[in-house]
């Protein structure tokens, strides 16, 4: 998949994200002004699918030291971190260092159906074939 246009793949990632890709925990905080919110999960598995390289995970911490959740993204083949939904986060919201995560084989755990969704929706944007649709 080394033909992806970053910037072509970064437009249809953004156009993906809708309430039905959003991490169900994220879901009141989810609208059209705050797009990002509860979609890093699926979108840093969607670009590892079409970039490769490796997943980044941080805790999320509020600024009273509550932890907030996880925030996934990725680190390109070249060493390059790739982030689009760091936007996500309110001001009180803080990323811990992160630690690259090894991707499981198959379907995630959690927000399957969400990242299916999303990865359909963006290879059908860069009119790419999906080698494997029997789960969609």
Not at 108 to 123: D, G, I, K, S, T
């Amino acid at each position: 998949m080394g033909d992806v246009v970053q910037e072509d793949l970064e437009a249809a990632v953004r156009a993906a994200w809708a309430l039905d890709t959003c991490d169900p925990v994220d879901a009141d905080d989810w609208s059209a002004a705050n797009p990002s919110r509860g979609q890093c999960g699926s979108t840093a598995l969607v670009i590892h699918d079409l970039l490769g390289g490796d997943l980044l995970i941080a805790d999320v911490v509020r600024s009273n030291g509550s932890r907030q959740g996880v925030h996934y993204w990725n680190l390109l083949p070249g060493g390059t971190e790739l982030d689009l939904t760091r936007e996500q986060f309110a001001a009180d919201e803080v990323i811990r260092q992160p630690r690259i995560l090894r991707r499981p084989a198959g379907l995630p755990n959690r927000c399957a159906e969400q990242y299916l969704r999303m990865r359909h929706r963006v290879f059908d944007a860069l009119g790419i074939k999906d080698d494997d649709t029997s789960h969609l």
